[in-house]
């Protein structure tokens, strides 16, 4: 409800009232406050919602170990935890199929016409936020998309500015999710295995997630 209905009109309204801006006809301007109350309103909703999205999530142990990890606000952990059923996904792989990071058949996962999507696109969507959020804040996974575009700008010359720039941000956003399935399945009890991380050369190493903040301890 928060993202698809009323954040949705907030920024409809909000996109209207910047189109109005330059408009001072008459008509205009009183259309221009009629916008700014509905937009206000949906301003105050939105708070509204992320307050009580705050108390109902607040306590549990991986929303909070999620917030001690710079980049992840609590709202972003609290979408993250509400959409993944933990138990439900047994591997890292299976949780990166499930949030739409998967390679399939040595290509990562497309929507296919006519068949059902085999990941959650909103699951997708807002681990794509977590890795932007990680690039604007100086968060310690940027070191995996540092090390992913340099690789991919030396082994891929030919593609584009744009698509080295997205599987980067792939390669980091896998590697915080190994760290989400670890971290959470050894706080609900349940099986782990180690997060492997590919580095350079095909060589695999283990990159353990307190070194990029998480506190399952504390959260417990």
């Known amino acids: 409800m928060r993202d698809r209905v009323i954040q949705k009109n907030r920024i409809a309204f909000g996109n209207r009232l910047a189109a109005l801006e330059n408009e001072t006809d008459e008509a205009s301007v009183s259309t221009h406050l009629r916008y700014n109350r509905w937009h206000e309103r949906f301003m105050e909703l939105e708070k509204e919602l992320d307050a009580d999205i705050k108390a109902e999530a607040e306590g549990i142990p ?8 710079k980049g992840v606000s609590f709202t972003l952990a609290a979408k993250l935890v509400g959409m993944i059923d933990i138990e ?3 591997t ?4 990166w199929r499930y949030a739409g990071y998967a390679v399939i058949n040595g290509e990562r996962e497309r929507p296919t016409k006519g068949e059902k999507l085999h990941y959650n696109s909103r699951l997708k969507k807002d681990c794509y936020l977590v890795g932007s959020s990680f690039l604007k804040c100086g968060s310690p996974y940027r070191e995996f998309y540092d090390s992913a575009k340099l690789d991919y700008e030396t082994k891929r010359p030919e593609w584009t500015k744009g698509h ?11 590697v915080f999710l190994a760290h989400l399935w670890m971290t959470w399945r050894e706080l609900e009890g349940l099986t782990t295995e180690p997060p492997y991380i590919i580095g350079r050369n095909g ?3 283990i990159v353990k997630p307190d070194r990029f903040g998480w506190q399952p301890e504390e959260a417990a």
Request: proline share 3%.
């Open 62 to 69: 991986i929303v909070e170990c999620l917030c001690s990890v």
């Open 88 to 90: 439900r996904a047994p």
């Open 92 to 95: 890292i792989s299976a949780l």
């Open 164 to 174: 080295r720039h997205n599987a980067a941000m792939r390669r980091m956003i896998k």
């Open 203 to 205: 060589h695999q190493r």
